[in-house]
Each structure stands twice: as C-alpha cells, then as structure tokens.
C-alpha cells in the first residue's frame, strides 16, 4: 500500500492520531520512521504564512502524496517527498522542475530563518538515532532523541529532535553545529482542528549565535486554515 507523508514533521506538522506500536519503545529507528511516514496521508490544502522582522511571505501547503510549498512574487514550488529510505526537495521555477543540491542546503528560503536542509529533514533519515531521554513539551510526553549528522552532508553536526510518544509527531527540533553549539531552533507553539483533524497552527524559527546563544532571529510560520475546494459562487445581479 502506498505510504504517503507523515503530516506533522517539521512545517506541515498536521498531527495525526496514529499511536505508536508498544514494540516501538526504546526503538529510536522505529520511532523516527513513525515520524516521517503515517499510512493516514489525509489530504488537504492550507493557506500558511512565514512572518518575521522583514516582512510576511504568504504561501500555500499541498499535501497529497507529497507536500508542496507554493510561493508566488515571484512563483516558485518546493516540493518534499518522503519515503522510507530517504527524503527529496525539489524546486519548480520557471516550468523546470530539479532537485535541490546540497550545495544550497544552507541558503534561506526567501530570505527566513528557514534554510533548504531544514524544510528537507534530512535529519530524520540520520543514521545511528540514539534516545537520551524522555521530557515534556507543552503537556505532551515526548521521546529525545540525537541524531549525528554524516560527516560533510549538513550544515549541522547534531540534530536533537522531540517526538510526541503517542502521536509521534515531531514538535522540537534543535540544530547543532560541528562544535556542539546550537544554532537553530523549531518548535510547534500552538495546533488547532481543521476539516476533523489536528494540525500546527504556529510554529517558532530562531537562528542562535553559536558563541553567545543568544536569538539573532525568529520566523513564525502560522497556518491560516483550509483552503476550499469548492468554486466560489456568483455574486447575484
């Protein structure tokens, strides 16, 4: 049966119902697939927005066997696949449609606090994933677990990730560099219900300055709500 994208990982994060399998505890490989991949795959169309100090950048999400990131002024699609086995970003510009090269991992994705590595969640396809503990985030008990960045891939030397232990969805993720020093941060600050389902209503991006750990700059990413299906209806004469 075909898998499709586990929607609450990283910017869709639409939390699903799915538990975790009681084999699955103390598993932290087990537990990272149940992060990235949920058999549900409900499909659904979001209007989103990424604000911070410069301005907000509207956009849409598409999620249907893949997610789609749409951008317009100027237009431009990334597109994230998930499998089993690894994740694929692609950029759409212009009628051409080519993967992203990891030489732009570490490039802003129209000028945020987000970069290419991070919407492609390569970090969740690390290898060696290691539980180191267990903690609460906003109410919810969450696995913690590390995983090491193979070597001259990433931007990133380590990546910490807190995953929900009933849902398993992803709600913080924190970036390290090469010298343990952390330099960005996600974390889901609030869900909400739309069309009968959970899904991330905001979301918090901070780059850190790795010698003073201090915030050099946040992005919040909002999901506005659903976008209709259905034509809209004729103003009446």
């Known amino acids: 049966m075909r898998k499709q994208v586990n929607a609450f990982t990283a910017l869709v994060l639409l939390l699903s119902s799915l538990a975790l399998p009681a ?10 697939e149940a992060a990235r991949v949920n058999p549900l795959g ?8 990424l ?25 431009q699609a990334l597109i994230l696949e998930l499998d089993e086995k690894e994740s694929r970003l692609s950029e759409q510009k212009g009628g051409k449609t080519s993967p992203v090269r990891p030489a732009r991992f570490d490039e ?4 945020t606090g987000l970069s290419y590595e ?16 267990e903690e609460t985030v906003r109410t919810r008990r969450t696995w913690k677990i590390e995983v090491q960045a193979p070597r001259g891939t990433s931007q990133y030397g380590v990546a910490r990730l807190w995953i929900d232990k009933e849902s ?11 010298q343990g020093r952390m ?29 003073t750990g201090k915030t050099k700059s946040r992005t919040y990413l909002d999901v ?14």
Do not use: C, H
């Not at 950048?57 to 237009?75: M, S």
């Not at 060696?128 to 503990?133: E, F, S, T, Y």
């Open 23 to 32: 084999q699955q505890d103390n598993d932290a490989t087990a537990i990272l």
């Open 42 to 49: 409900n499909k659904i169309a979001l209007s989103a927005r």
């Open 51 to 75: 604000r911070n100090e410069a301005g907000t950048t509207p956009f849409r999400i598409v999620v249907d066997g893949a997610v789609r990131y749409e951008f317009d002024n100027p237009q």
């Open 108 to 111: 802003a994705v129209r000028g």
């Open 118 to 133: 991070d919407l492609s969640l390569k970090f969740l396809y690390w290898k060696w994933p290691k539980i180191i503990g």
């Open 168 to 178: 398993g969805a992803l709600l913080r993720v924190e970036g390290y560099n090469m």
């Open 183 to 211: 330099v960005r941060r996600f974390e889901v600050v609030s869900a909400q219900k739309l069309d009968g389902q959970w899904m991330l209503k905001n979301m918090r991006i901070e780059t850190l300055d790795p010698e």
């Open 224 to 237: 506005l709500g659903k976008i209709s299906e259905e034509p809209p209806v004729p103003a009446a004469n």
